[in-house]
């Protein structure tokens, strides 16, 4: 079963079609036409449109994996991808989590314990405060200690919401409050901590993939730090930044850690990277939307990977088995307004997807397809590879030019422009420099 909507459902469906797994979509009513509802083998409607009615609503998914007898779920991304509770519940239904261990997602949910974890396992943290910070006085001592400017997180955020800067002990109390504020709506939690905030670091990725058998491999990094508002946009593979030796040190660092946590399954270990060093930001314990550069690289399907985890197979890889290989772009095309990035959700009239070499689009868009308004505006991924960067920045010119989404505003606008930013090509970029320099000029 998997147990999502859009673009993810339909890369998941396609890794089962190709291992001979039959699949049951299941759908929200303003899903009913959605593609990867017509294309897996059973459907089941869970619910109204409204996510928390269906795809958050836990008892809705359960029964309609009863009447399915289906095996195992796949959560995809988002959702209830990284809810531990969710998992215990599957798997104490005698039904498989593709995914880690209940214990495992719990533990990396929470900031505060995820970073805990790794300081005892030997990974670098970004400087500050160890627990909850509860009070202003608490966060004033805290910010003198770790030193100005600080950034106050929610402990169990995501999505780049609940944070807040506080520049000088003039707008600590006040960035303290919004963020507890923020936080408590968001995530229904109210704990914050607090990081140094660091001026102009890149956001660097490492992915790993772990059996029950302790197998360990990383498959290298993903430069994330074209970013807006803390969210994603462009993300590439190898990152510019990191040297052979660089890569090689962090990914035996992780490896080792991952192994010693007996952690299984796909995962991504974020973190920021200033001045030669990596600062571990959280753990994301699911697939990631931006997976496809990586098997882009190395040529492995992730997606496979996870699920035959999930069976109990062996990694059949090795470290040394993975090589990487040119250079993968990945550009996520969202249906919002380009300049203002409002939603543009709506029926789409013309469709026409891009291809040739190096092309791959992740999409579940076709021609008279409606964009629900309820959910993520995240509509593509065209995903671009090539034998070097200049390869890859040329064949995603070339790409975003030829792809036709009509009746909706998107993204594609940006990018294309974005990739002929002399600062974008030559990659001196870092996670604040689309904010700051590109969209305000
Ligand atoms: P979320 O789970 O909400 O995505 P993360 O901790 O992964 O939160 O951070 C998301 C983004 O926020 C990072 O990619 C980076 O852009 C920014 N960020 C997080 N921590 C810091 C920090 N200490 N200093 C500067 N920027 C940060």
Known sequence: MIANRGEIAL????????????????HSTADANAMHVRLADESVCIGPASAIDSYLNIPAILSA??????????????????????????????????????????????K????????????????????PVDGIKTAKDEANRIGYPVLIKAANGGGGRGMKVANSPNNIEEAYTTARRESAAAFGNEAVYMERYLERPRHIEIQIAADNHNNVVHLGERDCSIQRRHQKIIEEAPSL?????????????????????????????????????????????????????????TGIDLVRLQIEIAANKSLEITQQDIIFNGHAIECRINAEDP????????????????????????????????????????IAKIIIHGSNRQECLMRAER???????????????????????????????????????YLKS
């Open 11 to 26: 890369r998941i469906h396609r890794a089962c079609r190709e291992m001979n797994i039959k699949t049951v979509a299941i």
């Open 65 to 110: 994996a009863a009447i399915t007898n289906v095996d195992a779920i796949h959560p995809g991304v988002g959702f209830l991808s990284e809810n531990a509770a969710f998992a215990e519940i599957v798997e104490a239904h005698g039904i498989t989590f593709i995914g880690p261990r209940s214990k495992h997602i719990h533990c990396m949910g929470n």
């Open 112 to 131: 505060i314990t995820a970073k805990k974890t790794m300081t005892k396992l030997g990974i670098p943290c970004v400087p500050g405060s160890e627990d």
């Open 241 to 297: 930044v990191l040297t052979p030796d660089e890569r090689d040190k962090i990914g035996r660092r992780i490896v080792t850690a991952i192994c010693n946590m007996g952690y299984s399954s796909l995962g991504t270990m974020e973190f920021l990277y200033e001045d030669g060093e990596f600062y571990f930001i959280e753990m994301n314990t699911r697939l990631q939307v931006e997976h496809p550069i990586t098997e882009a690289i």
């Open 339 to 378: 300049y203002t990035f409002q939603p543009h959700p709506g029926k789409i009239n013309d469709y026409h997807q891009p291809g040739g070499l190096g092309v791959r689009v992740d999409s579940a868009l076709y021609a008279g397809y409606s964009v629900p308004a309820h959910y993520d505006s995240l």
């Open 399 to 437: 790409a975003l030019g030829e792809y036709v989404i009509s009746g909706i505003s998107t993204t594609i606008p940006l990018h294309a422009n974005l990739l002929l930013d002399p600062v974008f090509r030559s990659g001196e970029y870092y996670i604040r420099w689309l904010e700051k320099n």
